[in-house]
């Protein structure tokens, strides 16, 4: 946030043109100290203190040719040392430039060292040094701030893009003003007995002081715009003020009398109006547009002359920092939001008066998941809230006024939960889709081998969402399984929601679909690949009547396809082949096509 007022020493603009002090050039730049109050408007320049050039820092010739149109200077000299800013106030609808030189010198300017010479298209009402005092972190109209040295000297260059205007105001700001308040400028730039002009609030005191020792007597005069006028009665050192206009004073000595001027300003305190609080559905990470509530505040007040900010306490807004930012961060529940409307042309004139309460009740918040799936076994599943608020009310699809509710049937069920106060209704819908999951059954495994990496391929013929695995690795959603070695494998077929899990040992080895023991060396025997992966693997071969033919181990070179010596006919035999598992047991092959053919 940004500690705005608490940085920023009140230079006050004068709204009436008349009574302005301005000046068109470089040379009778006005020296500012304190609280000097700075122009009512400009009206065209004077000489031309560019001497013709093209551009200047990011300045560049206006619509009179020049880089000035309509101009204003101002000087002044730091006394500490620090960081330092200024705020440029204007009409929201004006275009305003500046460039700041640190320079001694008019004839000496060299580059500006801060400079600003963009339009005003998004309508702004400040340009300047440091940060928008609106809170707006990414203005263009805004340079970076500036670390100063005592007795710097600096000339500050205000120019209005073409002649509509109606002034503006300097803000000083930054950390010199906190930490040095009434000597962070020289003073001693401005030869004035009565000092530099005042700002004040109206309804204000302001006392001005002409103590001069050896002197006689006093006389004051007030010019309110027809000329100096004696003010009866007035005669003693001090003179209490209460209207704008410019003070005179004539100190009486015995030698040469001494006459000073000050001008005094008095600006409008703003008042308030009512705020109306907010109540409104909130939801996790909202924010509030605080600048919504500015029209209530300034009621009938004209925006471009006073500005709303607002604060998370009383306190932080009487004294102007820590204002919220525009997008506010919700936190929910009840917030009281402080208002503060101030001056423009003067921030220490300011009502804190009003407040309001940001009234957030929260939208359910909806936890439960949106898919539910029912176990063929179990029959039935809870869904919805299983962590309730008490505060809020239930209401199911199927008439239940209960957080959670059984189901025992696929189909769509939606639950809305209302959470209701202060007459604001807030709430949350959620449908969630349930199914049936079926238990996993293993119909079948098609193995395709007769090579070092085969696949294997699980089947099932019952309905649903299905995970397999092989050999204990991480389950997948296909049913394929590639480059699988010969072997005995384990094969795991399970519901992804827990409903179940089967698995099946299977053996992965090769053997030919047909052999043809004819004399031309081509398929001579049958036999199956892959045995070797086995323990003590037997394979039994029978003809189509279950008669025992041949049996072979791994050591066996194959079948010739004859039976005690004499060939076998052409036809389909079958086989098995067992092996022992790791429990020690015998044990025959699953999922294995059983026979093959002889051909002759």
Not at 555 to 576: A, E, I, M, V
């Amino acid at each position: 946030m940004f500690k705005l007022f608490a940085k920023t020493l009140l230079l006050l603009i004068f709204w009436q043109t008349a009574e302005a002090q301005v000046v068109q050039d470089c040379v009778d730049a006005i020296p500012i100290c304190s609280n000097t109050p700075i122009n009512g408007g400009t009206n065209g320049f004077g000489v031309d203190d560019f001497n013709g050039a093209p551009s200047s820092g990011c300045l560049e010739p206006t619509v009179t040719g020049t880089i000035e149109s309509n101009s204003a200077w101002y000087r002044f000299r730091t006394a500490e040392a620090g960081q330092l800013g200024f705020n440029i106030g204007h009409n929201s609808n004006e275009d305003w430039d500046f460039a700041l030189y640190r320079a001694s010198d008019c004839s000496y300017l060299g580059e500006p060292i801060r400079c600003n010479f963009f339009d005003n298209s998004e309508n702004t009402s400040f340009i300047g040094v440091g940060v928008d005092p609106t809170g707006d972190e990414d203005s263009v109209h805004y340079e970076d701030w500036l670390q100063v040295e005592a007795g710097e000297d600096y000339y500050l260059f205000i120019n209005n893009f073409s002649n509509i205007n109606s002034g503006f105001s300097i803000q000083f700001t930054g950390d010199i003003w906190v930490d040095y308040p009434n000597s962070a400028l020289d003073c001693f730039i401005v030869s004035n007995l009565l000092g530099p002009p005042i700002a004040a609030c109206e309804g204000g005191n302001m006392v001005l002081d002409a103590s001069t020792s050896g002197a006689i007597g006093y006389e004051w005069y007030v010019d309110s715009g027809s000329g100096y006028q004696l003010i009866s009665g007035a005669t003693g050192a001090t003179l209490n003020v209460q209207n704008s206009g410019q003070y005179r004073v004539v100190v009486i000595t015995s030698a040469e009398n001494i006459v000073s001027d000050v001008q005094v300003g008095f600006n409008e305190v703003p008042i308030s109006g009512i705020v109306e609080d907010e109540t409104f559905c909130y939801e996790e990470n909202m924010t509030f547009e605080l600048d919504s509530k500015n029209s209530e505040a300034l009621g009938a007040m004209d925006p471009d002359n006073f500005m709303v900010s607002y604060y998370n306490t009383q306190l932080d807004a009487e004294a102007g920092i820590n204002p919220l930012e525009k997008e506010y961060g919700l936190m929910g529940g009840s917030e009281i939001i402080y208002v503060r409307t101030t001056s423009l042309a003067n921030p220490n004139c300011y009502d804190a008066s009003q407040s309001f309460t940001l009234n957030a009740i929260e939208t359910p918040v909806l936890n439960f998941d949106e898919q539910a799936v029912i176990c063929e076994a179990v029959g039935s599943v809870e869904i919805g809230e299983m962590q309730p608020n008490p505060n809020y009310t239930y209401q199911w699809s199927t008439g239940e006024q209960i957080p959670s509710i059984m189901v025992s049937e696929a189909g769509e069920y939606t639950l809305t939960v209302t959470n209701q106060s202060n007459g604001i209704v807030c709430e949350a819908s959620r449908t969630v889709s349930v199914a049936i999951s079926n238990l996993p059954v293993i119909t079948s495994i098609d193995i395709e081998d007769m090579s070092v990496n085969n696949t294997v391929t699980i089947n099932t013929e019952t309905y649903g969402e299905y995970e397999f695995s092989m050999d204990g690795d991480d389950f997948q959603s296909s049913n394929v399984f590639e480059g699988v070695a010969p072997g005995v494998h384990t094969v795991s077929m399970r519901d992804p929601y827990g409903c179940g899990e089967v698995e099946e040992e299977i053996v992965v080895v090769g053997f030919l679909a047909i052999f043809s023991p004819n004399g031309d060396v081509l398929n001579e025997t049958w036999h199956i690949e892959g045995l070797s992966t086995l323990n003590s693997p037997i394979v039994s071969i029978y003809d189509r009547y279950g008669k025992l033919i041949k049996q072979m181990t791994e050591f066996d070179t194959g079948w010739d396809g004859s039976f005690k010596g004499r060939p076998l006919p052409s036809t389909d035999y079958w086989f098995k082949l067992s092996y022992v598992d790791d429990d020690g047991n015998r044990t025959y092959a699953k999922y294995l096509q059983s026979h093959f053919s002889l051909r002759r």
